[in-house]
């Protein structure tokens, strides 16, 4: 299948082909037609599947096909970088066609909130918008979705995750009734499921490859001692073949800790977290896209959503918690059929959640040999040790646990 054969209008053609796109993706290839037909949509599908051009294309050919002077599609995303990922997916593909298009997002200043309402008012046809910031503009009455014909809610999962539910909810209670619904989800949990049943018409449903990472990922694990971590990544690092890393670590405290100890093997280290400010989390993320930066760390408001091109190496310092986090973190890397490597390294306490991840994928990942310098690891038994540290939590006192998990080269 070709793009040709959605019979889209040449201009868009002419976009999407200019991003070097060359033939759609299966999601692309199954939603697309959905989507042009008018029909509701209810689609399991993981970023970097190519998702977002799933129901931007359909979207933009209708808007194109039959231009109005009014709002014409919302799309709700859980985080500002998401939206913005959004917004210049749109002005790439629209960049032949006169399709418009506003982000909306909270952190702004006064001056940009001024801007938005403006161009509110102007006319745009697609709003990409985060739901707290556009309950915000519903309930001051700045837009108005009167024409609405499309609704996309993307990445609903990690709405409801954020806690948006009533958000989501409350922002539908404005639309109208006779619109085209588009749902887009990481995860099928039930909450998902009751809200596609409550918002969408007889929606056709997608699954693609859910749970299992992008072919082009070589994965592999170092079981380790923490103590052993940061030296291990140190080395790990000094291989320039890597040229675009991304680190997860648990926490933003962690992940500010990390920067400092890795600033010492490169000095571009960059740590991306909550605690900044919006125009400072913009500049790091066009950095580490211009390649200035080599090394980004993060918690995992970095593995959903985050688009960018050529990543060639995804660390995990610590497993994930949720076995579908590690996929979405591991997705980062060889995305759009490209190659890269996901290194997860995993302690004692982490090894249970090593488990789950290669149960959910149905396989298990490569365990590599820790560099002679840094002494044994742990052994790897996932059930003796998930005792051992549910015993520690119910004893905290249990002197065994330190003698037990001491380092053994130590
Ligand atoms: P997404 O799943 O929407 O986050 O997209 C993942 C990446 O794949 C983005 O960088 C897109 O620009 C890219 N992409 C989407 N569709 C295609 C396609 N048909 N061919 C090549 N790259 C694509």
New binding site residues.
């Given amino acids: 299948m070709t793009f040709d054969d959605f019979n889209f209008d040449d201009s868009l053609l002419e976009g999407l082909y200019s991003?070097?796109?060359?033939?759609?993706?299966p999601i692309?290839e199954q939603a697309i037609p959905v989507i042009l037909k008018n029909k509701d949509l209810i689609a399991c599908?993981?970023?970097?599947?190519?998702?977002?051009?799933?129901y931007l294309l359909p979207i933009i050919h209708h808007i194109l096909k039959a231009p109005t002077r009014h709002l014409n599609t919302l799309i709700i995303a859980p985080t500002r970088e998401l939206i913005l990922?959004i917004d210049q997916?749109i002005d790439g593909m629209g960049y032949f066609c006169s399709v418009g298009s506003i982000a909306i997002y909270g952190g702004n200043d006064g001056m940009t909130w001024e801007k938005q309402k403006h161009a509110l008012r102007e006319g745009v046809d697609i709003v990409c918008a985060t739901p707290g910031r556009l309950i915000a503009l519903l309930q001051n009455g700045d837009i108005n979705f009167e024409h609405l014909q499309h609704l996309v809610l993307d990445e609903a999962d990690r709405m409801l995750d954020m806690g948006f539910f009533d958000d989501i909810k409350s922002i539908i209670n404005y639309l109208p009734k006779k619109r085209q619904t588009i749902l887009f989800s990481a995860t099928m949990p039930p909450k998902i499921r009751m809200l596609a049943n409550q918002i969408a018409n007889e929606p056709e449903q997608i699954n693609i490859a859910i749970s299992k990472p992008a072919a082009g990922i070589v994965q592999q694990v170092y079981i380790v001692y923490d103590s052993q971590k940061e030296s291990l990544v140190k080395l790990i690092l000094k291989n320039k073949d890597f040229q675009s890393v991304i680190i997860f670590s648990s926490t933003k405290d962690n992940v500010k800790l990390l920067e400092r100890t890795l600033r010492q093997v490169d000095g571009s280290v960059k740590a991306f977290h909550s605690d900044l400010e919006q125009v400072e989390r913009e500049e790091i993320m066009r950095d580490f896209k211009a390649k200035k930066i080599r090394v980004l760390i993060g918690t995992d408001i970095l593995s959903r959503?985050i688009?960018v091109?050529g990543i060639s190496l995804v660390i995990n310092y610590n497993a994930p918690p949720d076995p579908e986090d590690y996929i979405h973190r591991i997705g980062r890397t060889a995305?759009?059929?490209k190659a890269g490597v996901a290194i997860t390294l995993v302690n004692e306490r982490d090894q249970i959640k090593l488990s789950k991840i290669e149960d959910l994928m149905g396989f298990e990942v490569a365990r590599m040999p820790i560099p002679s310098d840094l002494g044994p690891g742990p052994e790897y038994n996932p059930a003796a040790n998930k005792k051992e540290f549910s015993n520690f939590k119910s004893n905290k006192k249990s002197s065994n646990y330190f003698s037990k998990s001491k380092p053994k080269h130590k």
């Fill in positions: 991003m070097g796109y060359k033939k759609p993706t692309q599908a993981q970023t970097g599947t190519g998702k977002t051009a799933a990922q997916q959503g688009d091109d995305r759009a059929e």
